[in-house]
């Protein structure tokens, strides 16, 4: 039972994470002038675009730094 309870908490901890550097990534990307990269008419294509961008970069940059502590974590313990 405890270690279901720790799976649990990892499990939250990678959710929290990787919302939370996508939100980041959204918000950093909204710094670019892509309105001279996007043909006219064509904003839903953009929208989705931008979307798939900040989640692409969000989840790459969380994993990033999920394994960069359990590494720390490995470390430490040996």
Do not use: C, E
């Amino acid at each position: 039972m405890k270690d279901m309870s720790l799976i649990t908490l990892q499990s939250m901890i990678n959710l929290v994470s990787h919302i939370f550097f996508i939100l980041v990534a959204f918000w950093a990307l909204q710094a670019l002038r892509t309105d001279m990269l996007i043909k006219k008419h064509h904003i839903p294509q953009a929208r989705t675009l931008y979307i798939l961008v900040a989640i692409a970069v969000g989840y790459t940059t969380s994993q990033f730094f999920i394994d960069f502590i359990l590494y720390i974590q490995n470390v430490l313990v040996f």
